[in-house]
Protein backbone atom coordinates (compact mmCIF):
# COMPACT_ATOMS: atom_id res chain seq x y z
CA UNK A 1 0.00 0.00 0.00
CA UNK A 2 1.41 3.52 -1.35
CA UNK A 3 -0.01 7.00 -1.02
CA UNK A 4 1.44 9.54 -2.88
CA UNK A 5 0.41 13.15 -1.96
CA UNK A 6 1.11 16.34 -4.13
CA UNK A 7 1.19 19.83 -3.20
CA UNK A 8 2.91 23.36 -3.81
CA UNK A 9 0.86 24.26 -7.48
CA UNK A 10 -0.08 27.88 -8.38
CA UNK A 11 -0.62 30.08 -10.87
CA UNK A 12 3.02 31.78 -12.07
CA UNK A 13 3.72 34.06 -15.00
CA UNK A 14 5.96 32.84 -17.81
CA UNK A 15 10.07 32.82 -16.64
CA UNK A 16 8.89 32.04 -13.07
CA UNK A 17 9.45 29.47 -10.91
CA UNK A 18 7.33 26.73 -8.57
CA UNK A 19 8.79 23.87 -6.49
CA UNK A 20 5.88 20.96 -5.93
CA UNK A 21 6.42 18.09 -3.32
CA UNK A 22 5.26 14.80 -3.18
CA UNK A 23 4.71 13.22 0.13
CA UNK A 24 4.80 9.22 0.16
CA UNK A 25 3.46 6.70 2.88
CA UNK A 26 1.56 3.86 3.69
CA UNK A 27 5.02 1.12 4.46
CA UNK A 28 7.77 1.49 5.37
CA UNK A 29 10.72 1.81 2.59
CA UNK A 30 9.99 4.47 -0.31
CA UNK A 31 8.96 2.69 -4.44
CA UNK A 32 12.84 2.43 -5.99
CA UNK A 33 11.93 5.12 -8.22
CA UNK A 34 9.67 8.12 -7.61
CA UNK A 35 8.77 11.44 -10.06
CA UNK A 36 6.85 12.96 -11.98
CA UNK A 37 4.28 12.86 -14.82
CA UNK A 38 1.55 16.00 -16.31
CA UNK A 39 -1.85 15.90 -18.03
CA UNK A 40 -2.68 19.23 -20.06
CA UNK A 41 -6.00 19.49 -20.86
CA UNK A 42 -7.28 17.57 -23.81
CA UNK A 43 -3.71 15.37 -23.98
CA UNK A 44 -2.79 12.53 -22.66
CA UNK A 45 -0.39 12.28 -19.91
CA UNK A 46 3.03 12.78 -20.12
CA UNK A 47 6.22 11.91 -18.52
CA UNK A 48 8.31 14.27 -16.81
CA UNK A 49 10.98 12.74 -14.67
CA UNK A 50 11.83 10.02 -12.74
CA UNK A 51 14.65 9.43 -9.72
CA UNK A 52 15.61 5.88 -8.53
CA UNK A 53 17.10 4.87 -5.57
CA UNK A 54 20.68 5.03 -6.64
CA UNK A 55 20.18 8.43 -7.50
CA UNK A 56 20.06 8.06 -11.25
CA UNK A 57 17.52 11.42 -12.95
CA UNK A 58 15.64 10.34 -16.20
CA UNK A 59 14.13 13.80 -17.92
CA UNK A 60 11.76 14.44 -20.70
CA UNK A 61 13.27 16.47 -23.67
CA UNK A 62 10.83 19.47 -22.72
CA UNK A 63 12.85 20.45 -19.78
CA UNK A 64 15.67 21.15 -21.12
CA UNK A 65 17.65 21.93 -17.70
CA UNK A 66 14.85 23.83 -16.55
CA UNK A 67 13.41 21.29 -14.12
CA UNK A 68 15.41 19.51 -11.09
CA UNK A 69 14.03 16.54 -9.54
CA UNK A 70 15.26 15.43 -5.80
CA UNK A 71 14.42 13.09 -2.75
CA UNK A 72 14.48 12.68 0.52
CA UNK A 73 14.45 9.31 1.05
CA UNK A 74 14.65 10.33 5.05
CA UNK A 75 11.13 12.26 4.96
CA UNK A 76 9.62 10.07 2.13
CA UNK A 77 9.70 13.01 -0.25
CA UNK A 78 10.37 13.71 -3.72
CA UNK A 79 10.78 17.45 -5.26
CA UNK A 80 10.51 18.76 -9.05
CA UNK A 81 12.14 22.48 -9.00
CA UNK A 82 10.41 24.25 -12.15
CA UNK A 83 12.21 27.55 -13.26
CA UNK A 84 11.96 29.44 -16.69
CA UNK A 85 8.51 28.24 -16.83
CA UNK A 86 6.56 28.44 -19.94
CA UNK A 87 2.98 28.44 -20.68
CA UNK A 88 3.17 25.04 -22.47
CA UNK A 89 4.19 23.94 -18.90
CA UNK A 90 0.13 24.24 -17.83
CA UNK A 91 -1.06 20.98 -16.89
CA UNK A 92 -2.23 18.58 -13.65
CA UNK A 93 1.39 17.52 -12.27
CA UNK A 94 1.30 13.67 -10.67
CA UNK A 95 3.27 12.52 -8.06
CA UNK A 96 4.42 8.64 -9.25
CA UNK A 97 6.13 5.78 -7.75
CA UNK A 98 7.47 2.73 -9.29
CA UNK A 99 8.75 -0.54 -7.92
CA UNK A 100 12.28 -2.02 -8.80
CA UNK A 101 12.71 -3.13 -12.11
CA UNK A 102 10.69 -0.68 -14.07
CA UNK A 103 11.27 1.55 -16.67
CA UNK A 104 12.50 4.89 -15.94
CA UNK A 105 9.19 6.03 -17.51
CA UNK A 106 6.35 3.55 -15.85
CA UNK A 107 4.54 4.05 -13.03
CA UNK A 108 3.03 1.83 -9.92
CA UNK A 109 1.66 4.53 -7.84
CA UNK A 110 -0.13 7.65 -8.64
CA UNK A 111 -1.22 10.82 -6.25
CA UNK A 112 -4.50 12.81 -6.88
CA UNK A 113 -2.46 16.07 -9.16
CA UNK A 114 -1.38 19.64 -8.43
CA UNK A 115 -2.51 21.74 -10.72
CA UNK A 116 0.03 24.34 -12.14
CA UNK A 117 -1.15 27.58 -14.45
CA UNK A 118 1.47 29.72 -16.09
CA UNK A 119 0.76 32.30 -17.44
CA UNK A 120 1.80 34.70 -20.83
Known amino acids: QVQLVESGGGLVQAGGSLRLSCAAS????????MGWFRQAPGKEREFVAT???????SYADFVKGRFTISRDNAKNMVYLQMNSLKPEDTAVYYC??????????????WGQGTQVTVSS
Open 96 to 109: SGAERGRSWNYADY
Open 51 to 57: MNGGGIR
Open 26 to 33: GRTFNPYT
